[in-house]
Nanobody
Framework: QVQLVESGGGLVQAGGSLKLACAASGRTASMYTMGWFRQAPGKEREFVAAVSWSGGRTNYADSVNGRFTISRDNAKNTVYLQMNSLKPEDTAVYYC????????????????WGQGTQVSVSS
């Protein structure tokens, strides 16, 4: 139905920056919200940021607000996550997700998921 492929993960030093990308294909017209989630070792998957596909309305988790920026390129069906001032606590597998809901933020509201990309922040 919808295929999501993340890219851009890697190893970065604390205080550095990294930009993730999520390319969507398939029935992309059904998507209303694109989001980023992350899962650290031993932790549950948590919400990071979301953006509405048409209006560009954004929502951020308190832990990343002011440091991370989510954006989308409609022509390329691609969503980005610019991560600045990275901390070791940001180390996790980052997942791209698509929702049929407007302004979705809860995990259960997302219907399609990518395979994830590893982000490691060293101190």
């Amino acid at each position: 139905q919808v295929q999501l492929v993340e890219s851009g993960g890697g190893l970065v030093q604390a205080g550095g920056s990294l930009k993730l990308a999520c390319a969507a294909s398939g029935r992309t017209a059904s998507m209303y919200t694109m989001g980023w989630f992350r899962q650290a070792p031993g932790k549950e998957r948590e919400f990071v940021a979301a953006v509405s596909w048409s209006g560009g309305r954004t929502n951020y988790a308190d832990s990343v607000n002011g440091r991370f920026t989510i954006s989308r390129d409609n022509a390329k069906n691609t969503v980005y996550l610019q991560m600045n001032s990275l901390k070791p606590e940001d180390t996790a597998v980052y997942y791209c997700a698509a929702s049929l809901q407007i302004r979705a933020s809860a995990l259960r509201e997302y219907h399609y998921w990518g395979q994830g990309t590893q982000v490691s922040v060293s101190s």
